[in-house]
């Protein structure tokens, strides 16, 4: 039970960090490789914020995210654009924005070393525990989930209800059709990569309250990501949801009943039976 | 089989090339045979790599995991086995694991590929470090009566192989089944090639030899443990020389190796801290500058001479 929960809370940061890669990948159609700097950057800013001004990272946060959305817009407008246009198909595009982001996940984390350095930072923000079904849990993952939640919520009944969220989906699901029909695509796709951006910062804050972080644990918090987003299914907010939950729940079994290095492993084989059995994702539909 | 004049030629100049390159250890055995060391692993890895991803388009990142599984052959096995018998076990062990990672994911698009690779090298890290804390054992000491030069000349026969293969499989059906999916993978698959046992089967070719490239080498290290031996950086580094050069021709990673290495060794004997910066810019660079690599860049240059010339 105890293992359980502490997995679900796990899952709930994963799963916004994954919802950021989901709109990054799903709606850009990016795979953005550097999407765990990003997350590493936000967890930063938390950081600084806490130890220079005793800033709570939960107003951190609104910090994070518009200044993450702006530098994902600039980062998508200057170097991604110029790919996505240029590119003769699919593949192409798909080839050359792994490169690109592979190459500014590179510069971030060497940016993030010679700022400051290589250690790992964490600090202590509500390292208090409360009490949850018989067992007490630390309240700053408690908190987390629940930003987590409310995050993920807002972040879906945008997507499902206002003009801009369907415009999202429709490019999520047929970009060409979408040009047809008067959906400004470009406009939109570097919306959705800008703030998928956003909300992995705002992850990467929420996440530093309790886990350690260093400069280049970033590429660690990309795999997760991805895994989730394609064992959930690309595009698919639920599959997203419900992967991050199972993955959290069994990284947490792996690291208590087996070994804590061996998490990263766990998740692997959990995506390579995926891969094997529902290489759609859990909840995508059969492609021929 | 039969072989042209350009193809004897070609086989000539390379023999010789050949020759020349293993004198270096006969001219220098400190610093310059140390960069030859590293300059002929990454040409062998570059190259396999290059034989795969070149026609396929697949950016393989498995090249840490093949490498270090390989050392680890060589740091199991010298006490009881014979060097050339453990290189060519490694060889086995590569190919094997190649195709069931192949198998895994070579059905699916690039993306399941490429993520796949990425972590490999960390999933197989992390079992033989908890292996290793579970049975206590630490890391493996690698004492063996194997010089510089030694491992140089391995080496190169394992690049003088690379080439060879990579001829072949240029001119065989395997290579030319290869080129159709390159360009286009649907039409591939129409024109009845089986295109995932095609892309499985050259696959096994920088898995076998980056797990023999990683065996050679393990004597070298001394010391091995998994933090050292699956190094993420090393696929990375491949990778970028590897189209830097330009992935399109057999010879073209050879282009990316020799300025990158001496870059990367200048950087990090310099600014130990700037080398992550460094691979980022590089990627930009082939992204952005120089798609295609050096040989892109060359074919360009050549074009434009050979219009102006025509015009």
Redesign the interface.
């Known amino acids: 039970m105890e293992i359980l929960i502490t997995g679900l809370l796990l899952g709930g940061t994963y799963a916004l960090i994954a919802m950021g890669l989901n709109l990054q990948y799903g709606v850009a159609r990016i795979m953005n490789l550097a999407n765990g700097e990003i997350l590493v950057a936000g967890g930063y800013v938390a950081f600084i914020a806490y130890t220079a001004a005793q800033l709570s990272p939960l107003l951190t946060i609104f910090i994070v995210a518009p200044l993450a959305f702006g530098i994902n817009w600039l980062i998508y407008r200057i170097m991604l654009q110029p790919l996505v246009t240029r590119a003769k198909n699919r593949g192409q595009l798909e080839t050359d924005s792994i490169l690109a982001t592979f190459g500014l996940s590179f510069i971030g984390v060497g940016l993030m070393l010679s700022f400051f350095g290589g250690d790992y930072f964490s600090y202590s923000f509500m390292a208090v525990p409360v009490e949850l079904l018989g067992n007490s849990y630390g309240a700053n993952r408690a908190i987390s989930f629940a930003m987590a939640v409310v995050i993920c919520g807002a972040l879906y009944i945008w997507l499902n209800r206002s003009r801009a969220g369907l415009s999202i989906r429709a490019i999520a699901t047929a970009p060409a059709s979408a040009r047809l029909v008067g959906i400004d695509v470009k406009r939109l796709s570097a919306l959705a990569f800008a703030l998928g951006g956003a909300v992995t910062a705002v992850g990467g804050a929420l996440i530093s309250t309790y886990l350690t972080l260093d400069a280049s644990t970033g590429v660690v918090f990309t795999l997760k990501a991805l895994i989730i987003v394609i064992m959930g299914g690309v595009g698919d907010v639920r599959g997203t949801i419900v992967a991050a939950l199972l993955l959290g729940v069994l990284e947490t079994t792996v690291a208590t009943l087996i070994d804590p290095g061996l998490t990263l492993a766990a998740a692997y084989v959990m995506f390579l039976g995926i891969l094997l059995f529902r290489p759609q994702g859990l909840f995508g539909k059969k492609t021929t | 089989m039969s072989l042209t004049s350009v193809d004897i030629r070609t086989l000539v100049l390379a023999g010789l090339a050949l020759a020349i390159c293993a004198g270096l250890p006969l001219i220098d055995q400190g610093y310059w045979l140390g960069l030859g060391v590293t300059v002929i692993m990454f040409t062998v890895l570059a190259t396999s790599w290059a034989l795969f991803s070149g026609p396929t ?1 697949y ?1 393989s990142l498995a090249t840490a995991a093949f490498f270090g599984v390989g050392t680890y052959v060589t740091g199991l096995g010298f006490d009881t086995l014979p060097f050339w018998s453990l290189v060519g076990i490694a060889g086995i062990i590569g190919a094997v694991l190649a195709a069931l990672v192949g198998l ?2 070579l ?6 590929f ?3 690779t ?2 490999l090298a ?2 197989v890290r ?2 033989i ?2 292996v290793q ?2 049975t206590g054992a630490r890391g493996l000491y690698v004492l063996m009566d194997l010089d510089e030069a030694d491992i140089y000349w391995w080496l190169l026969g394992l690049a003088a192989a690379v080439f060879l293969t990579g001829w072949l499989v240029g001119r065989s059906r395997l290579g030319f089944a290869l080129r159709i999916i390159g360009d286009d ?1 649907t039409v591939a698959a129409h024109s009845g090639i089986n295109t995932a046992r095609a892309k499985v089967l050259l696959f096994m070719v920088p898995g076998a030899v980056a797990a023999m490239t990683g065996a050679i080498l393990a004597p070298r290290y001394v010391y091995i443990e998994p933090s050292l031996a699956f190094a ?1 950086i090393l696929s ?1 580094q491949v ?1 970028i020389m590897g ?1 830097l050069g330009g992935a399109s021709r057999l010879w073209g990673p050879l282009l990316g190796v020799i300025p990158f290495t001496i870059l990367l060794e200048t950087v990090s004997s310099n600014f130990p ?12 660079v ?3 500058v120089l ?1 295609g690599g050096f040989v892109g860049l060359m074919d360009r240059v050549t074009a434009r001479i050979n219009q102006q010339g025509g015009s």
């Open positions: 388009h950016i895994a994911t059905r699916l698009s690039g993306v399941y490429v993520i796949f990425l972590g960390e999933l992390q079992v470090t908890w804390n579970s993978e993420p990375f990778v189209l801290n700037q080398t992550t910066l460094v691979i980022g810019i590089a990627f930009l082939i992204v952005y798609p």
